[in-house]
Nanobody, 123 residues
Framework: VQLQASGGGLVQPGGSLRLSCAAS????????IGWFRRAPGKEREGISC????????WYTERVKGRFTISRDNVKNTVYLQMNSLKPEDTAVYYC?????????????????WGPGTQVTVSS
């Protein structure tokens, strides 16, 4: 199984994007899904997770209050709504599945990685 992240692009500072995470053949509602990002020259970092079902959500402090993770079970998709974007949010964004207790960090316990989607925040 490979989770496909999409929805990236070029946006000005203060702008918004909504990323989507989709997969075929698996029910995402039954899994904890995490969003991670890797900025140029930096390690991959966890930024948000949503637990299976309508479970808890986690956000790193860097994005808390600006990003919102959600599910659409009809579309079998997990979203990451990103508002008030900053240049430091520029990165390749990935979604993956794994254990909720390991959302922080590099995602070493997570799997089903796809190729990611590029987000560039620049004027």
């Amino acid at each position: 199984v490979q989770l496909q992240a999409s929805g990236g692009g070029l946006v000005q500072p203060g702008g918004s994007l909504r990323l989507s995470c989709a997969a075929s053949g698996v029910t995402l509602d039954e899994r904890t899904i995490g969003w991670f990002r890797r900025a140029p020259g930096k390690e991959r970092e966890g930024i948000s997770c949503i637990s299976k079902g309508d479970g808890p959500r986690w956000y790193t402090e860097r994005v808390k209050g600006r990003f919102t993770i959600s599910r659409d079970n009809v579309k079998n998709t997990v979203y990451l709504q990103m508002n008030s974007l900053k240049p430091e949010d520029t990165a390749v964004y990935y979604c993956a599945e794994g254990p909720y207790g390991y959302c922080a960090g590099s995602g070493s316990r997570f799997g089903s990685w796809g190729p990611g989607t590029q987000v560039t925040v620049s004027s």
